[in-house]
């Protein structure tokens, strides 16, 4: 575990000096699990992908930032809530666009065994219900009740206080809850 | 109130996106998009450490070029008047051949008895801006304002030449604003009313009228007066601004008569050559013919 910390304290060192292969070894560590979470709170694979992008290319002059002993994933995290603000607002926008076009008509539910269109459509409907949602309030929703990690590691990770991330959460859960009320109605299932 | 319903509804949707996100591309594909990514991130940070790089050393480039340009307008002389571009007052503005050197450096401040300012060009340029002997007679107003009794003292003491040259421009245009507005007669009357003035008060206003406001006729007037009470000890000073007022009023035999005994250096090469170009200039131009303007 002490190991763990020296070699990742080791790499930030090196990251911080530019050293390629330090970003390499980070991107490598780091990129799946960095995506999973851009993936989750954009709500799109095209942007997700753009904001992991940027946060590595950022990452050189970005960890200079970082407080010492501080786990390099959650850092990772907070750089990427720091500037996910437009990819946000592209990924919204392609979905706006979708929706208008109705490229992908619903199907009607309970028409596969394994829920998996059922998954998916929920899984759209609540990223389309995330894009009403001011940024702190979405990032609040995910961290917390998507990625189920505590208020206070959220509040570490989005720069703010365990008392705001949760108050975020309960403004962030009722909306969404008032946005899916017509998931049903319109024939989701 | 919120269901049961929702409530499992907004939940199997917070799952739902968890899975997606998570199950979403085959590791293969996952695979060729990291290495692909990488390259990406590589390049664009590579990309970026050159532009650094460009910017930093275009950035040392230029603050060398503006160090180098201060250093050549310090040592030429310009600096100064890239930096005199705050409020001045009139008469030093359009003084561009007196007040300055040849190459148009400003002069450094010299004593009023070493002051020997370029001699005139040829033509006529003293009618278009105040005379090279301008900034000269400001210095003695500024000591009055500050001091008075301290430099009259010392001047007395001292010798007959006026007090050194100084800062007096800045004092000059704090004390001036407030009555640029009135006529010359008004502040004539204005300055009779007030009483029986100090020399030294008479010297500030005629100086003011000269350089400042340029109405030499108010300003011959003081000169005037203040050579008739005795003159003071700026009464050489004084007396050479009269015949500069009197070359501005173009009352020529008058400005000649003026000029002529410091001209012939009758007080000790005070303002000889100044006064020798002057009349140069005054004898190639002639008197102004009765149509002209003054």
Redesign the interface.
């Given at each position: 575990m002490a190991d763990d910390a020296d070699n990742e304290a080791t790499l930030v060192e090196r990251l911080a000096r530019?050293d390629?292969a330090a970003?390499?070894d980070v991107?490598?560590a780091h990129?799946?699990a960095l995506l999973?979470?851009a993936?989750?709170l954009v709500?799109d694979?095209a942007a997700?992908?753009d904001l992991?992008?940027e946060v590595?290319?950022r990452l050189?002059r970005a960890v200079r930032r970082m407080q010492p002993g501080a786990p390099l994933g959650g850092f990772l995290i907070a750089v990427a809530v720091n500037n996910a603000r437009h990819h946000v607002r592209a990924a919204a926008r392609r979905r706006r666009a979708q929706t208008r076009l109705a490229q992908e008509p619903r199907a009607p539910s309970g028409g596969t065994p394994d829920g998996e269109v059922e998954?998916?459509q929920?899984?759209q409907?609540?990223?389309r219900?995330l894009d009403q949602l001011p940024l702190d309030q979405r990032v609040a929703?995910v961290l917390c009740?998507?990625?189920?990690r505590t208020s206070a590691d959220a509040a570490t990770l989005a720069g703010t206080n365990e008392s705001t991330m949760r108050a975020r959460l309960f403004h962030a859960?009722r909306k969404?809850?008032e946005h899916?009320?017509g998931?049903?109605d319109e024939g989701g299932s | 109130m919120t269901s049961p319903i929702r409530a499992d509804l907004l939940s199997r949707a917070a799952r739902a996106l968890r899975d997606e996100a998570a199950h979403e591309r085959p590791d293969a594909i996952e695979a060729w998009q990291g290495m692909h990514g990488w390259h990406d991130v590589s390049r664009d940070v590579r990309k970026i450490a050159r532009r650094r790089r460009i910017v930093f050393i275009v950035g040392v480039q230029l603050l060398a070029l503006v160090v180098g340009v201060g250093a050549w307008a310090a040592a030429s002389g310009r600096l100064p008047d890239l930096f005199s571009r705050h409020p001045a007052p009139a008469g030093r503005r359009a003084a561009p051949a007196g007040a300055h050197g040849r190459h148009g450096r400003p002069r450094p401040p010299v004593t009023p008895a070493a002051a020997s300012p370029a001699p005139p060009p040829a033509g006529p340029v003293l009618p278009e801006g105040p005379s090279p002997v301008a900034a000269p007679s400001i210095a003695p107003a500024t000591a009055v304002e500050s001091e008075p009794v301290a430099r009259a003292t010392a001047a007395s003491e001292t010798s007959p030449g006026p007090a050194p040259r100084s800062s007096a421009p800045r004092s000059l245009s704090v004390t001036s604003p407030p009555r640029l507005a009135l006529s010359a007669r008004e502040r004539a009357v204005e300055t009779n009313r007030a009483g029986p003035l100090e020399p030294d008060e008479i010297y500030r206003q005629a100086h003011r009228e000269h350089f400042v406001r340029r109405d030499y006729a108010a300003a011959l007037a003081l000169w005037d007066k203040y050579l008739a009470g005795g003159g003071g000890s700026l009464a050489l000073e004084a007396r050479y601004n009269r015949a500069i007022a009197l070359v501005r009023l173009r009352r020529h035999e008058e400005a000649l008569a003026a000029l002529a005994p410091f001209a012939a250096g009758e007080h000790d090469g005070y303002r000889q050559q100044e006064a020798q170009a002057l009349l140069r200039m005054l004898h190639a131009t002639g008197p102004p013919s009765p149509s002209e303007p003054r």
């Open positions: 530019g390629e970003l390499r991107y490598r990129r799946s999973r979470f993936r989750r709500g694979a997700a992908d992991v992008h590595f290319v050189p998954r998916r929920l899984a409907a609540l990223s219900a929703f009740a998507v990625e189920e859960r969404l809850r899916l009320a998931y049903h | -």
